[in-house]
């Protein structure tokens, strides 16, 4: 049975930096394409970043220069650094996991799902 499992959110001012975590476990470490996706209050979820199993990395445009996303395949772990945060950053963060994407930004791409935790930046 696959499980995510989001760890790192909180409150931080703007400015602020957080890095989440995603501890995965149910499959072979290295074999699934990761992503992130947050759902700001009363809005629709979003792609944020992605990475692939050869570890290239896809963005979207809100985040680019200030988020970062890695993998750890000896720890089966899913990383997001989230830098320069600004109140529109506020929202709720999934890790999701699929072994086939082809939309990386895509949430239906993806079968496997966290539970997710809060960001909430204030200015």
């Known amino acids: 049975q696959v499980q995510l499992v989001e760890s790192g959110g909180g409150s931080v001012q703007a400015g602020g930096s957080l890095r989440l975590s995603c501890a995965a476990s149910?499959?072979?470490?290295?074999?699934?394409?990761m992503a992130w996706f947050r759902q700001p209050p009363w809005q629709e979820r979003e792609g944020v970043a992605a990475?692939?199993?050869?570890?290239?990395?896809t963005y979207a445009d809100s985040v680019k220069g200030r988020f970062s996303i890695s993998r750890d395949n000896t720890k089966n772990t899913l990383y997001l650094e989230m830098n320069s945060l600004e109140p529109e950053d506020t929202a709720r963060y999934y890790c999701?996991?699929?072994?086939?994407?082809?939309?990386?930004?895509?949430?239906?791409?993806?079968?496997?799902w966290g539970q997710g935790t809060q960001v909430t930046v204030s200015s």
């Open positions: 999701a996991a699929d072994p086939y994407v082809g939309r990386p930004l895509f949430g239906s791409d993806y079968s496997y």
């Open positions: 990475i692939g199993i050869d570890g290239r990395s």
């Open positions: 149910g499959y072979r470490s290295g074999t699934n394409y």
